[in-house]
Structures are given as C-alpha cells and as structure tokens.
C-alpha cells in the first residue's frame, strides 16, 4: 500500500505546472513548495503536471529540476518524476553503466520485479536508454550470474496461482541431492512465484531446514546473491526491502542511492508494509531511521513520500 499523502482537493495540473514554475523563478528555487507539489501527487498525477509544464512553458520540467536542485535531493526527486518502469530503467542504466559496475543494485531491481513489470521495463529501457537491457546486461556482467539476470528477464513465468504439487516436490528433492549453478539457474529463471513460495514450504517441509540454506551451500558470490533476492522477495517482499534499507542505513556512512531507488520506486507500492516490517525488524521506525541519516530538502522530500511516522 501507498504511504503518500494526497491534499484532499487536489489542484489541477496546470495549476501545479504553474506554481512549479513560479519556484524557479528569482534566485535559487522555492525547493519547499517543489516538495509540496511533487511528494504528494501520485505519478500519474505527476505525469500530467510534466506534460502541462512542458507545453505551457516550452520548457523540460525534468531538465529545470536537474538544473535547479543539487546532490541526492536532485537525484531522488528527478528520479520521482519518472513513470514507474522509466524509474527502475533509470536505476538499472546508472547500475549497469557506472565505471564499477554495482551488481548488486542491477540484481535488486530485476529480480524484485514480475514478468509483466519486466516486460515493460524492457520496452521503455530501449527507448530511454538507446539499447536493450540484455545488451547491457550482457556487457556488465559475467558468468552465471550473467545467465541468472538474462534468464530472469527473458523468461515468460506463469503468473497465476496454480502449482504442480509433484514439480515442487521434484525441485525440492533435486535441490537437497546438491546441483550444479546451471540446475539452480533454470529452477529460479522458469518457475512461478506461486511455485518458488510452494517450493519454500516443502523444501523446509521435507528436509527440515530452510531453502536459503541450501543456496548458501551450493552456489557464492554474484550468483547467490540474485538467488536469494528472488526467494526473499517470493518469501516476505516487504521484509526484504526493510533488510535492505537497513543495510544502506548501517554503519559509517550511507548508501544513498539504494535509499533513494528503494523509497521512490516503493512508495506508491508497497511501503506502508515496508514500514511495518521495519519497525518490527528493528524496534524503530523507518521515518526515524531516515531522519537520522539524511538532511535538508533531501530528508524532507525522502520523509513526505514515507507519510506519517508510523
């Protein structure tokens, strides 16, 4: 469920796209009322007040914010005015392109994503990023991991909720006789979340101990690492996403372009459960962890799409 906050009269785009453009007027920019626009529309809502802006003012309202605004607050709320698959091509172009390539970034957004956002996402990373996503995933990376994301992205998975219950009995039993990388690869790429979570239940079922360990075992590195992304995010999404912020959020520093692409991309998705499994992870709530780690515009844009502290 979303948490944003949406004004219960809500202006109409025009009137959005003409208060935007009063910010930028003068020295600097109002970057509140920016806030109080932006963080409380929903993106179709947003959508419209680009389209308004950009015609009205012959003007790129995402090219004005790029100018206007600076450092992680211009990256969260640039990345906020996109449609929701051009936010995760966005995320996966900076990750696959980057000097470094950032695995786990590119991990984190394919296999957290459904064959029909992978669909689309595909579609709009060719138009937005001048090249099919397979191309850069194959030129970023390497090895099985290599084969995972492809697999993952390529691979039409039912999406219904029907089991074959002798499958899922298969896979466990295959699973506990110990596979090579090629066998986790196919089982992973080519089953149904309504298969992988029967699958989670019976492995554990019959075998006494959770599927997760069994992935430990036989596989490591980049590979491992996109296993278990797609068995947490079938297992508890909501859980898995806490688990991450709260890593980005952990120790010296902070990992702010995984704050950033987890906040934005959740907000109008799932984070008010986001939200509770944090707190109950953690004993705090997610505002207050965010509060303490970000400043300025930057913490109050990230907080008014985290809705009250709750």
Not at 127 to 135: D, K, M, W
Not at 242 to 271: C, N, P, Y
Request: with cysteine; hydrophobic share 40%.
């Amino acid at each position: 469920m979303s948490t944003l906050t949406i004004p219960p009269v809500i202006p109409t785009a025009r009137e959005d796209a003409k208060n935007l453009h009063k910010a930028f007027k003068g020295l600097g920019c109002d970057s509140g009322t920016i806030i109080n626009i932006l963080a409380h529309r929903y993106s179709q809502q947003v959508e419209l007040i680009t389209q308004e802006y950009d015609n009205k003012y012959s003007d790129v309202l995402r090219k004005r914010l790029s100018s206007e605004l600076h450092g992680d607050f211009k990256r969260a709320v640039c990345l906020w005015v996109r449609e929701p698959a051009a936010r995760d091509a966005n995320v996966l172009k900076r990750a696959l392109r980057a000097t470094v390539t950032d695995f786990k970034a590119a991990t984190d957004v394919i296999c957290s994503r459904t064959p029909a956002q992978l669909r689309q996402l595909k579609q709009v990373y060719l138009i937005n990023c001048g090249a099919r996503l397979e191309h850069d995933i194959e030129s970023a990376t390497y090895g099985d991991h290599k084969k995972l994301l492809l697999g993952y992205v390529n691979t039409t998975r039912y999406e219904g909720p029907e089991i074959d219950k002798v499958l899922v009995e298969d896979d466990a039993k295959a699973i506990n006789k110990g596979r090579d990388n090629s066998f986790f690869i196919r089982i992973f790429t080519e089953r149904s979340k309504a298969h992988m979570s029967a699958l989670i239940s019976v492995y554990k079922s019959m075998f006494g101990k959770p599927l997760e360990h069994a992935i430990k075992k036989e596989t490591s590195g980049n590979l491992m690492y996109g296993l278990l992304t797609i068995l947490r995010f079938v297992e508890n999404p909501a859980m898995h996403f806490a688990k991450l912020l709260r890593k980005a959020m952990k120790g010296f520093g902070t990992d702010d372009s995984t704050l950033i692409w987890i906040i934005v991309t959740r907000a109008e998705v799932d984070m008010r459960y986001i939200k509770a499994a944090y707190i109950n992870k953690y004993g705090k709530t997610l505002n207050e962890a965010v509060h303490s780690e970000t400043s300025g515009y930057y913490r109050t844009f990230l907080l008014a799409l985290l809705g009250p502290n709750c």
